[in-house]
């Protein structure tokens, strides 16, 4: 999906189990996210759970932010440990 300038724009949702909201101020990256069974690729992030996600931008030009939503249930999330530590540093 295109992200126009000046606006932001979430790309994904809870039914793919990742979104992406990007804000611009300038230029107009196109943005892809999606959602792994197993890792791809790379050091995973949300491996305790096992999602696995990736987020593209076309370019990085006028962007400001990017948040990343990984979307779990209560059973995902193995006994013992701490829901609060399933951010990415």
């Known amino acids: 999906m295109i992200v126009p300038f000046g606006s ?21 990256p196109e943005v892809t996210v999606a959602n792994y069974p197993s890792n791809p690729e790379g050091t995973p992030v949300f ?3 096992g999602k696995y996600v990736d987020v593209q931008l076309s370019s990085p030009t ?16 193995p006994a013992g440990v701490d ?3 399933l951010r990415n540093p």
Do not use: C, H, N, Q
């Not at 189990?17 to 300038?26: C, D, L, P």
């Not at 962007?63 to 249930?73: A, D, K, P």
């Open 8 to 28: 932001t724009t979430t790309v994904g949702g809870r039914d793919l189990g990742v979104s992406a909201a990007v804000t611009t101020f300038t230029g107009r």
């Open 62 to 77: 006028g962007v400001t932010s990017v948040e990343i939503r990984v979307y779990y249930s209560d059973a995902d999330v």
């Open 47 to 49: 491996s305790v759970i």
């Open 83 to 85: 829901e609060s530590t």
